[in-house]
């Protein structure tokens, strides 16, 4: 009797340490069900209105990419704003926790060009950024600081010369 | 053998829902400021941070930055302790931290922006127009102000979020005096 209640015991810990350790995965989901958007695609906001999710900061304007990188390495690339006070590109694992943030000191010149891999890419060179990612799925964070209307026009145009390509394994 | 198969999923079961109901229970950061009712969590990103911090942080605020780009703090209170409520008014002070980049914004119970008439979310540096190191002031009330005001939701309590970009190493460790204020009118 004694062990059974002993075990009881256990199996509640490992349920409620289970429970926390899902949560953020299963809001990731949720998160991406919410926003409704296929994966590997660039999905530009506007500034945020009091029907965005998660406490957003209405000072950015974001641009999100859902990834998987089941069907070979992801190719980003666009301008860096250069009018703006604050712009970064954060990665995010599958279960919503940052790993890695680029900013504009990070590349060389006045674009940027990301390969998210998940393993080391050897073929990376010069303005080039390789960013390893630590699990298959995740999310990338484009943020950039919006101040007045023509800031709003700006970072609509820089939306528009971001790119996104999906690198086939056999590339 | 069949009993004891049901008492491990009961087992399981009940930590799962304990699990939900803590994180129900928590609706800010972690780590209180000493001196003031705001909270942080300084872990972010960092092998430090908790099981149980990763998952309020991802209920709280999902897609966060670590410490060295931003700084969250949330508050639910008032400086006397009480819960923010609608129904009340405050007066919020401060002094303008040493970055370009912080605001205070207000969100509703369910994390979203409050819904108002004038579009109007949160305070920063340029809309407040203080430099760094200059006091600063706003009033949160659900009745329309003159002035710097920022509207409360309809009814029921509401959070206020600081966040400090690329904060100056002279920010830590955070001491209470460099918080704002709030104050119940």
Not at chain 1, 84 to 107: C, H, V
Not at chain 2, 10 to 23: S, Y
Not at chain 2, 87 to 104: H, V
């Amino acid at each position: 009797m004694r062990s059974r209640v002993i075990l009881f015991f256990l199996l509640v810990g490992l349920g409620y340490w289970t429970f926390l350790y899902a949560y953020p995965y299963v809001v990731q989901m949720a998160f991406e069900l919410k926003i409704g958007k296929e994966r590997n695609t660039l999905i530009h906001s506007k500034l945020p209105s009091p029907s965005t999710p998660d406490t957003p900061n209405p000072d950015f304007i974001y641009t999100l990419v859902f990834y998987d990188l089941s069907n070979g390495n992801l190719r980003l690339t666009g301008k860096i704003p250069d009018g703006l006070d604050y712009f970064s590109i954060a990665f995010y694992e599958s279960n919503t926790f940052f790993y890695q943030l680029l900013k504009p000191q990070d590349f060389k010149e006045s674009h940027f060009e990301v390969i998210l891999s998940e393993m080391q890419d050897t073929k990376v060179t010069g303005n080039m950024v390789n960013v390893v990612s630590p699990s298959k799925t995740g999310t990338i964070i484009f943020r950039y600081l919006c101040k007045s209307q023509r800031d709003t026009n700006y970072i609509s145009e820089m939306q528009k010369k971001s790119f996104l390509t999906l690198m086939r394994n056999d590339e | 053998m069949k009993n004891i198969f049901w008492l491990a999923l009961i087992a399981l079961v009940v930590g799962g829902i304990l699990g939900f109901t803590v994180l129900s229970f928590r609706s800010l950061a972690p780590n209180t400021i000493k001196e003031t009712s705001w909270k942080t969590n300084l872990q972010i990103g960092m092998s430090s941070e908790s099981i149980f911090q990763k998952a309020l942080r991802t209920k709280v605020g999902v897609f966060a930055l670590p410490k060295e780009e931003v700084v969250y703090f949330m508050v639910d209170k008032d400086d006397e302790g009480n819960s923010l409520n609608a129904d009340d008014k405050y007066e919020i002070t401060g002094i303008a931290p040493a970055t370009k980049i912080w605001s205070i914004t207000m969100y509703d119970e369910q994390y979203h922006l409050v819904q108002n008439s004038i579009a109007r979310y949160h305070f920063n540096a340029t809309t407040l127009n203080v430099e760094q190191g200059e006091t600063y002031s706003f009033t949160v009330s659900r009745e329309k102000l003159i002035g710097n005001w920022l509207p409360a939701p309809q009814k029921g309590g509401f959070l206020l979020c600081y966040r400090v970009y690329q904060p100056p190493a002279l920010f830590f460790p955070i001491q209470s005096s460099t918080l704002p204020s709030i104050r119940k009118l």
